[in-house]
């Protein structure tokens, strides 16, 4: 065999071997942002219509995200915004509409002392998807919901259905660093809201 033969052969070697290991690189990096963002990963595909846009706007939130200064709470806030949570489950009975705006204040307080910011919607969804893109989709839906309610476009159940989704996102936030996080759906909401 010639030496430009062998060269040659040696050179495509390489490049076979890099593009498979830069697709599996790809491939690993895909699946830990589908983990890590869970349903917020499809979401943004969808938005964008490319997986490789969608996978550079994830990476953007995650370096962003990073920069923040997040706390954990100490065991006693976490009981006392607990606490505060059962009273506004209990005002909804006699001011549901004023009872899921105050849910809706109650998260933002816990997420403002966890170190998330608080100004923006969208800022606070992108900053939330990094850790909580599990639990996200309960908070645009409570959000939405509140946003008719302000506009007396809400049923009571529509507002049940708010205080169910505020509280997802709600515990998501309380949960203990390391512990194991339940799988959440609208149909585990829908259950356990007739527990409230």
Do not use: C, K
Not at 50 to 62: K, M, V
Not at 66 to 74: F, H, M
Not at 118 to 131: G, P, Y
Request: glycine share 6%; net charge neutral; no cysteine.
């Amino acid at each position: 065999m010639s030496t430009i033969l062998m060269v040659v052969a040696a050179v495509v070697i390489v490049a076979l071997a890099a593009g498979a290991g830069y697709m599996l690189w790809e491939r690993a990096r895909t699946r830990g942002l589908r983990q890590r963002f869970g349903p917020e990963y499809d979401r943004a595909v969808e938005r964008h219509g490319d997986r490789r846009a969608a996978e550079r706007e994830l990476l953007g939130r995650r370096r962003r995200h990073q920069e923040l200064e997040l706390r954990d709470l100490d065991p006693e806030r976490r009981e006392d915004y607990r606490r505060q949570w059962v009273r506004v489950q209990e005002r909804f009975v006699d001011e549901p509409v004023a009872a899921v705006e105050q849910a809706d204040r109650l998260v933002m307080v816990v997420m403002g002392e966890r170190g998330y910011p608080t100004r923006d919607f969208d800022d606070r969804v992108e900053h939330l998807s990094v850790e909580h893109g599990r639990t996200l989709d309960h908070y645009r839906r409570g959000r939405e919901i509140s946003d008719r309610a302000a506009r007396q476009e809400a049923s009571t159940e529509d507002l049940r259905q708010a205080m169910v989704h505020y509280r997802e996102l709600f515990e998501d936030l309380l949960r203990v660093p390391g512990e194991e996080r339940p799988a959440v759906s609208a149909r585990h909401g829908d259950e356990q809201s007739s527990r409230s």
